[in-house]
């Protein structure tokens, strides 16, 4: 693995250099610029450039240079901000600069949140006399433990010119081919993210799948990372130096992936990121060693009431993918099994919210394929772009147009009163206490608790549901904590993502339907006034407890009056959920029906039809006018002639 290296698309790096006052900072900015030693310097130099071809990564350098006076502590500040990388300077024959470090400077970057990498710099190296000798490393250190930024250390002598272009070549380096996503000095070990990024590029070369880089593998890998071949010798001295150190590295097939990783933890020990993060960078890794945005664009320009999900062709491929990883053939992915199959991916993509509870598991935690599926399902509608990656990192390799297909628009499906979504998402309002979490949790299959936990923020379930005539539709519910409501429609274009709207009321509560016929109301208005609007279904939950009087009366006539259906009465506890899954999707499959209209709505509807039927009168009164003109000059013309 041999070569040059990529600057991860970067044209210029800005270093700013601070310190205290009279550590050098100015005559070694001078002395990188010109190769030779100012007698006197300006109290602050003008920004000074670094051509490209100064370094072989051909990126020039912008140095900024600062006072260390206390008026300008604002302005340098502003500098730390804007920076790529620091050069921290002391003073080799002043031990308090040295001091400072540690008791001023960095605590005043972490003060300042500036995180980049820091070089720390000691300058006037001719001046230190034997009795300021010391040795660099035993003194840094202690120094670099507690302070992860600093990326190395270095001591320099403008004036004899020692070291100096080295200064702001680590800069530079520590910039465009950085330590910290790698390596974890404190463990000496690469970090699990360059890891399970170094496993993939692993696996893409091993063309064979045999686990091994054979000879061949091993000369394609470095053609494609820096343009020119292995020589067989030089193959057989990377194998030699791996099987040296790790014999597990190198087997009779070739060079193992633990042999392949230790490769790289060696360059980095050696100091030779750059290697490291050529490799990374041609496999379409970012600093973050995430793929970048460039390997994630979606073909499609998607209005808001359209979604995205995965094509039949990604669908299929993630089955194969669940039949590999499922070692023990249980049809459930197990937590390890799971870790596995992302094992090539930055992390797993569902430990956190809102996907760690949004689907049905096993009581060990596993997933079934329709469990698998739905996460999918989940990742594709809220985010796209995240879900092609990780399409990617487990291996799909097809293009982002035969991974996701763009749903229709909503408004044309209302007017063909048909859609073609194979994944609908409700969303779920209503008043507290209502039994909202509880609706969820049963799309999920888990059993009813006691247990109050009022909802503070949103969250999702999602599950496959069967249909009529052996189809299959992803369900996808939103719960909307009723303290959130009148934040989401403060967007217009809040309901545009929204298939069906629910609103769970408690029956045997009075305020619980009242407050629900409010939430009704909002989200009706706010569909007539964004022109989203939506399909919407009352649900009367907790239909095991006694209801009030007049409840059935009071539910029927506000639905009624909105005209849409009548509420679909439910009992969690006691596992009767009157098919509301399937109405709910049902609901969302005819976006034209069960459409709420408000009174001011009916109004404004109204008014809009009276002045369409008065154009179209004027209209009518316009042409029989016309053609009556035109009759009239025919008449006329005609007896002008015979006359």
Known sequence: MLGGSISGGRTNVRVVVVGDRATGKSS??????????????PPVLPPTRLPADL????????????????????????????????????ACDQPATLNRLT????????????????????????????????NLEQVMAPIMQQFREIETCIECSAANLVQVPEVFYYAQKAVLHPTAPLFDHETQALKPRCVRALKRIFILCDHDMDDALNDEELNAFQIKCFNAPLQPAEIVGVKRVVQEKLPQGVNDLGLTLTGFLFLHALFIEKGRLETTWTVLRKFGYN?????????????????????????SEAVEFLKGVFSTFDTDKDGVLRNSELDDLFSTAPESPWGETPYKDAVERTPLGGLSLSAFLSEWALMTLLEPAQSLANLIYIGYNCGAASALRLTRRRSVDIKKQQTDRNVYQGFVFGPKESGKSALLKSLLGRPFSENYAATTDEHYAVNVVDRLGGTKKTLVLREIPEDEVKMLLSNKESLASCDVAVFVYDSSDEYSLKRASELLMTVARRGEVSGFMVPCLFVAAKDDLDSYPMAIKDSAKICQSFGIDAPIHISVKETDLNSVFNRIITAAEHPHLSVPETEVGRSQK?????????LIFTSVVAAV?????????SYAARKNTSS
């Open 625 to 633: 006018a016309v053609v009556g003109l035109a009759a009239y000059r």
């Open 103 to 134: 008791t001023f400077w960095l605590y005043e970057f972490r003060r300042l949140e500036i995180r980049v990498p820091v070089i720390v710099v000691g300058c006037k190296l001719d001046k230190r006399d034997e009795e300021h000798h010391m």
């Open 606 to 614: 109204r008014y809009r039809h009276l002045v369409n039927r008065s």
């Open 287 to 311: 600093d973050e060693i995430k793929l970048k945005d460039d390997y994630l664009i979606i073909p499609f320009k998607k209005a808001p009431d359209q979604s995205l999900e995965l094509t």
């Open 55 to 90: 370094y072989p990564d051909n990126v020039p350098v912008t140095i900024i240079d600062t006072s260390s006076s206390l008026e300008s502590r604002g302005k340098v500040a502003e500098e730390l901000k804007r920076a790529d990388a620091v050069v921290l300077t002391y």
């Open 28 to 41: 070694l900015i001078t002395a990188a610029a010109t190769e030779t030693f100012p007698e006197e310097v």
